[in-house]
């Protein structure tokens, strides 16, 4: 199917960014190992005395060192800049080189040591970030091909999108602040810090039995599906006397019982998004068929579900 080829392709990009940056990183790593090989084990050392210190940027600094190589004087200076300084005047240390360069002499200090991998590290904890980050619900709806519900249950496993109006299947819920009868929402309790920013005290999504259906069929849903709702707060309120209830309950609900209670209910502001029968949504997760019904598997924490 074409959608699904252009689905893999925009995926497996990540993953190729993500190999890319691994395999760059370990073969930096072996350069690195092979050139410090080269000098500390299959390369020569002299004892020398360090002549001079030289000043380098931000406080960092090389050692002058002076040491004999086969009947003649070499005074080089390191190629690599220590910070702190770790040399002194009249210091006498033991500098590795190859036969072939004895004017580029290696000390042991641990810049001299690390700084050849730095560049291999760097890159594989970038490819580490973009192999294990996880994908935001938006780029999740943007990425996943659209089809019908009726290719759902035909198409094997892809990550997917369908678009449809929502239809209940059992019986509904009601939204945690607000009483509203609905077929999903989420919920999340903030408490305002001072200076005026928001910190998460909890946050809930919940599901019905719910269906969606667009023009060839319908995609079915169990109660309790795991969600990823990407959808805005539609009302909003603070701790007062009528809410306190549901507030006290949807925290009980979170195992989060008397986490309002320290610094009073004045600074909790609750936040509340419904979607109900009839509502056009449109949602990403893995193809699939239980018992040649069409549903979605959840990506990751849960299905996405986003409002057209």
């Known amino acids: 199917m074409g959608s699904d080829a252009r689905f893999q392709r925009s995926w497996s990009s990540k993953t190729a960014w993500a190999g890319a940056l691994l395999a760059l990183g370990l073969m930096s790593g072996v350069v690195a190992f092979l050139t410090l090989g080269a000098v500390f084990v299959w390369g020569r050392s002299a004892e020398a005395v360090v002549v001079d210190v030289e000043e380098r940027h931000q406080g960092s600094c090389a050692g002058v060192f002076e040491y004999e190589v086969d009947g003649r004087v070499v005074r080089a200076a390191s190629r690599v800049s220590s910070a702190p300084c770790p040399w002194s005047k009249g210091e006498r240390v033991t500098v590795y080189f190859t036969a072939n360069t004895p004017d580029e002499p290696r000390s042991a200090a641990f810049w001299e040591v690390a700084?050849?991998?730095?560049?291999?590290?760097?890159?594989?904890?970038?490819?580490?970030?973009?192999?294990?980050?996880?994908?935001?619900?938006?780029?999740?709806?943007?990425?996943?091909?659209?089809?019908?519900?009726?290719e759902v249950s035909r198409i094997g496993r892809h990550l997917v999108r369908v678009q449809g109006a929502l239809e209940a299947r059992g019986p509904l819920l009601e939204a945690p602040f607000t009483g509203r009868p609905c077929l999903l929402f989420w919920a999340r309790l903030s408490r305002r810090e001072k200076g005026g920013a928001l910190s998460l005290v909890g946050d809930s999504s919940r599901a019905a039995a719910f269906a969606v259906r667009d023009g060839t069929?319908?995609?079915?849903?169990?109660?309790?599906?795991?969600?990823?709702?990407?959808?805005?707060?539609?009302?909003?309120?603070?701790?007062?006397?009528?809410?306190r209830p549901a507030i006290e309950r949807f925290l009980e609900q979170l195992g989060r019982r008397g986490a309002?209670?320290?610094?009073?209910?004045?600074?909790?502001?609750?936040?509340?998004?419904?979607?109900?029968?009839?509502?056009?949504?449109?949602?990403?997760?893995?193809?699939?068929?239980r018992e040649g019904t069409a549903t979605l598997e959840p990506v990751g924490e849960g299905v996405v579900v986003g409002k057209v």
């Open 260 to 289: 309002a209670e320290p610094d009073g209910a004045d600074d909790l502001v609750w936040y509340e998004a419904v979607l109900v029968a009839g509502d056009t949504v449109e949602l990403a997760g893995f193809s699939s068929s």
């Open 115 to 150: 700084m050849p991998f730095m560049p291999s590290a760097l890159l594989l904890v970038a490819g580490l970030v973009v192999a294990l980050r996880r994908p935001r619900a938006s780029e999740i709806l943007e990425s996943a091909p659209t089809v019908t519900a009726a």
């Open 217 to 243: 069929g319908t995609v079915e849903f169990a109660a309790g599906t795991p969600l990823r709702l990407k959808i805005d707060a539609d009302t909003e309120g603070g701790a007062t006397a009528q809410h």
